[in-house]
């Protein structure tokens, strides 16, 4: 599977600048989606997973593993630590680090990560600098959510402006392999050249439409003439740009997706856009896909609620495979499995499929079975194979149920970057609001 990680310039693999910019917080984490058919892709073996082990873990309980002993993050200064209008009352209580301490360190990346990374990729003509784009438009919608402060919705407005202002239609791009009258951009990567690429568009979108659905929730934002005016236009981009064009294109084959990570995207994005519309018949076409992926794809004998099974190595956590139908170990790969639960939890939120003991069960298997003691990281759902530890674009989002894995995480010595922080700070926001289970 191609799983490799990758800087700026597409086509290049530096494992070794990569693996040290995962430890010391580098923008960009792991990038390990891979096209379905129609996507072609060519693997790329100068960095290949790690070795499995043969074992899995021992068998854990329900108590949760021990606070990580990983390189701890700095304490925030007393200063930011005295914010009385995020909660620190009950933060107290609970001993996390406040949204204000995440802030400090989210701001100490924030203005690097958005000229050397995000601001140049939001500018691109290509789509698959999208992809990485994805974590700069989540980690800023998170740190707008844990604390109301504008300049961060205002960035992540601008990185989705600047791709909208420069997409395409179809039939003006040389090589697609659509040229009808939508929307949108061609890739730059080597392997899928001058195409129009769902899988690329579709993991950043899935944070667009979180971002959208933000400002639609807010209503200092939706109220506000300014930003209503850019929600107006990004949502009926979206609608037709993004929703529309791959479900009229062929929703089986672009919506429906050969695995569950990837159709866990549009699962995302049909449950924003569901929350969103006014258009009746719109929003029963989005929660048609919402349901589908969840319970019964048209393409498959299984579905995302289908793929959850008991673990055998661990009875109160989760296992799944990332293969519609497998129940065959090692299961879903972690890195991957990081996109179906940044899906899952918004899902619980909003109170669509996911429920509590769900939640609950995920909480087990990245404290107990994925993360079991300090600098040990499965590969795998079931517990096997070496790790990263990259748990920035879903796993680490479970925090925000449990005070014991959100105290782990303040010691998290991977991935420290501004998604990492962001969402580190909603978790605390959001615990402080009474949302541990």
């Not at 854990?60 to 990580?68: H, R, Y």
């Not at 740009?241 to 990570?261: L, P, Q």
């Not at 129940?327 to 499995?337: E, M, N």
Request: charged share 20%; with cysteine.
């Amino acid at each position: 599977m191609f799983d490799s990680r990758r800087r700026n310039t597409p086509g290049f693999a530096l494992p070794s600048l990569l693996s040290l910019a995962l430890l010391v917080g580098g923008a960009c984490g792991p990038n390990p989606e891979t096209p379905a058919p129609g996507e072609t892709a060519t693997v790329d073996t100068r960095e290949e997973a790690s070795p499995e082990s043969p074992e899995a873990l021992a068998p854990g309980t329900e108590q949760l593993a021990p606070p990580s002993e990983e390189t701890a993050l700095p304490a925030p200064s007393p200063e930011a630590a005295a914010e009385p209008s995020l909660g620190t009352t009950a933060q107290a209580v609970t001993g996390l680090r406040t949204v204000a301490g995440w802030e400090t360190l989210f701001l100490n990346r924030w203005n690097s990560e958005h000229t050397g990374s995000f601001l140049p990729k939001s500018r691109s003509l290509d789509s698959w600098q999208f992809y990485d784009l994805a974590y700069g438009i989540d980690g800023n919608t998170a740190m707008y959510r844990a604390t109301g402060k504008t300049q961060y919705m205002d960035r992540a407005l601008l990185y989705v402006n600047n791709m909208v202002g420069n997409a395409k239609s179809s039939a003006s791009l040389p090589r697609s392999q659509f040229k009808d009258g939508y929307m949108g951009w061609a890739s730059a990567r080597s392997d899928t050249l001058g195409q129009e690429v769902p899988l690329f568009e579709s993991y950043c979108w899935r944070y667009v439409t979180r971002m959208l659905r933000v400002i639609k929730e807010t209503p200092a934002l939706y109220g506000n003439a300014t930003y209503r005016a850019q929600y107006d236009r990004l949502l009926a981009f979206t609608e037709k740009n993004m929703f529309e064009k791959w479900n009229k294109r062929s929703a089986n084959s672009y919506i429906y997706r050969v695995n569950t990570h990837m159709a866990s995207h549009w699962a995302y994005i049909a449950m924003d856009l569901s929350r969103m519309t006014t258009d009746a018949t719109k929003k029963a076409t989005y929660l048609t896909v919402f349901n589908n992926i969840n319970r019964d794809l048209p393409t498959n004998t299984s579905s995302l609620r289908g793929q959850f099974i008991t673990s055998t190595v661990n009875p109160s956590a989760y296992f799944w495979s990332a293969t519609w139908g497998s129940k065959a170990r090692p299961g879903q790969d972690v890195a991957h499995g990081n996109g179906v639960m940044a899906y899952l939890t918004e899902a619980h939120d909003a109170g669509m499929e996911w429920t509590d003991a769900d939640m609950r069960k995920f909480v087990v298997t990245l404290n107990n079975v994925i993360w079991p003691s300090a600098g040990r990281y499965a590969n795998y759902v079931d517990g096997t194979g070496t790790g990263t530890g990259w748990f920035n674009d879903g796993l680490m989002k479970l925090g925000r149920y449990n005070i014991a894995l959100q105290r782990r995480l303040e010691t998290h010595s991977v991935g420290q970057n501004t998604q990492f922080y962001g969402n580190a700070a909603l978790n605390v926001k959001l615990l402080d609001s009474g949302s541990a289970l």
